[in-house]
């Protein structure tokens, strides 16, 4: 590369117009280490890039793995608090729910639902189903009794 | 960590199923409660203290013999489709937590009588009736002397027929 071109290259720089390859191309030029006088005042920039770009393909090369896998970890980490948080939540609006529907169900049913407290009313409520349950068991004891009569008639017949 | 999460949903589960132990309409049938079509009737063990006290010295001596053994008392009864209410009711019922005493079809009513037993004691007792009118379930807890219901019925006799009829009334 001889100095025209590479003036060239560094006017295009300034302009900030160079592309990417012709950017490399100075680069390599200031590394080599043969660096004409006239754009020596230039050096120290290039050598700065160039310091700064090495010092951070060495931190990937490295320590890069390590750090790449400690975020991996407190990924997880995060992934399971979050899980159990979940959950708690779940549960302690579960439960609060459970305890609004407890307290609820006795006024919610207003309607068809009848809880007695009156001791008289509750007396004659237990009077009337005494009433209901004994008849009820009278009657069908009888009637097993008569089934009973005739299962023995019927083998007495055989 | 995980266990010891699954072991605490597990113990709170045990506690809300230990406070709700009840009477088999409760457990079973507590669906209905806010049904239109069903009505439904609950005198609590305090409310059973209580009447005890305004028990009467007239007052047929089965009938206190019985409610001083009562502890609560749930009644739960529909118009609406009865028959069907009444089949899906036995088919609910746990037979292996209640046991069958009797069970009676006739023209116009069927019938069964459930008891659930601890040791030699009745503690709870199940009348289910279902005929072409109505569907009613009795439940009674507390203990309950099968021979006291014989004989109670036998002193109703005459009225007994009375009886039904202003149950049918209401």
């Known amino acids: 590369m001889n100095n025209s071109e590479i003036r060239h290259l560094l006017n295009k720089y300034w302009e900030t117009e160079t592309s990417l390859e012709e950017e490399k191309l100075l680069k390599q030029y200031f590394s080599s280490g043969n660096v004409s006088e006239e754009f020596q005042e230039y050096s120290p920039l290039f050598d700065f890039y160039a310091t700064e770009l090495s010092r951070t393909s060495e931190l990937n090369e490295s320590s890069g793995i390590s750090l790449l896998e400690k975020q991996k970890k407190s990924n997880v980490i995060h992934l399971r608090k979050a899980i159990i948080g979940v959950a708690a939540a779940g549960l302690i609006a579960f439960s609060v729910f459970w305890m609004k529907s407890e307290v609820d169900s006795g006024a919610q049913f207003a309607n068809t639902y009848h809880e007695v407290e009156d001791p008289e009313e509750a007396l004659k409520i237990t009077k009337d189903a005494l009433a209901f349950l004994s008849i009820n068991f009278d009657k069908s004891s009888k009637k097993i009794n008569k089934d009973l009569g005739n299962i023995k008639s019927a083998q007495i017949f055989k | ?170």
Request: hydrophobic letters at 40%; glycine letters at 6%.
């Open chain 2, 1 to 170: 960590m995980k266990k010891k999460f699954i072991y605490t949903l597990l113990l709170a589960f045990s506690f809300s199923l230990g406070n709700s132990q009840a009477d088999a309409i409760e457990k079973y049938f507590s669906k209905y409660y806010d049904d239109e079509s069903f009505s439904t009737v609950y005198v609590s063990p305090k409310m059973f203290q209580m009447v005890t006290k305004v028990l009467g010295d007239e007052e047929n001596a089965e009938v206190k013999d019985l409610i001083q053994g009562i502890k609560g008392l749930r009644i739960l009864r529909s118009e609406t489709n009865p028959m069907t209410v009444y089949k899906e009711a036995l088919n609910t019922i746990n037979t292996r937590e209640y046991e069958i005493l009797m069970t009676v079809r006739d023209k116009e009513q069927n019938l069964q009588f459930l008891t659930k037993e601890s040791g030699d004691i009745i503690s709870e007792l199940l009348l289910l009736a279902g005929g072409d009118e109505e569907f009613i379930m009795l439940s009674f807890i507390g203990n309950i002397n099968l021979n006291s219901i014989a004989k109670l019925a036998k002193s109703l006799d005459i009225d007994g027929a009375e009886y039904l009829e202003q149950l049918e009334d209401k």
